[in-house]
């Protein structure tokens, strides 16, 4: 069964830095591409960007650009998303999610985490 | 970028209702690469339809995708209570990837 699962939620002070995580099982992990997926408060989902864990290719989202850094390390069956100086406005949940066809860089999502609520307060 | 615009934001129905959601392209897409997501309050989005008709794995027959170019549909014959969520169409064809703001069913 696959299965996507995320690290709880975070509150942090804008300026700090975070790491979030989704451990992926049931699937071979190096072989698909994963991305994360924002949804702010009451609005609707934006791409943010996906990896490549076999060999760590990356391709961001131009408004995600520079703002966030996706990672992987396969020998957990891990990806993160990570601030270095979180703003008010990356308060949001945040989702991670498994391409459908492992091989095609753009492709829907058919497996999703559960989310992770980031709150940045000051 | 291409850009996804649904229609209506809400559409209010009854239970046993149809349901026609709409989803506009800012330019053509291959019907191979337009998905469609439905998601319930508190929870994580669910693909519905992917490759503009095809139904993902246990989704039931009531839910149906249709279209091409920059007009898609997404039609749910008769609305269960659980049907009643947002909807969102996703294009797949070229990055960034980008979604449809949503569309609301509700209970009428």
């Known amino acids: 069964e696959v299965q996507l699962v995320q690290s709880g939620a975070e509150v942090k002070k804008p300026g700090e830095s975070l790491k979030i995580s989704c451990k992926a099982s049931g699937y071979s992990f190096i072989n698909y591409w994963i991305g994360w997926v924002r949804q702010m408060p009451g609005k609707g989902l934006e791409w943010m960007g996906i990896i490549y864990p076999g060999d760590s290719d990356t391709k961001y989202s131009p408004s995600f650009q520079g703002q966030v850094t996706i990672s992987a390390d396969k020998s957990i069956s891990t990806a993160y998303l990570q601030w270095s100086s979180l703003k008010a406005s990356d308060t949001a949940v945040y989702y991670c999610a498994k391409h459908a066809r492992g091989d095609y860089v753009f492709e829907n999502f058919d497996y999703w985490g559960q989310g992770t609520l980031v709150t940045v307060s000051s | 970028e291409i850009v996804l615009t649904q229609s209506p934001d809400t559409l209010s129905l009854s239970p046993g209702e149809r349901a026609t959601l709409s989803c506009r392209a800012s330019?053509?897409?291959?019907?191979?690469?337009l998905a469609w997501y439905q998601q319930r309050p508190g929870q994580a989005p669910r693909l519905l339809i992917y490759g503009g008709s095809t139904r993902a794995t246990g989704i039931p027959d009531n839910f149906s995708g249709s279209g091409s170019g920059t007009d898609f549909t997404l039609t749910i014959t008769r609305l269960e209570p659980e049907d009643f969520a947002v909807y969102y169409c996703q294009q797949y064809v070229t990055s960034p990837l980008t979604f449809g703001g949503g569309t609301k069913v509700e209970i009428k």
């Open positions: 330019q053509s897409v291959s019907s191979s690469y």
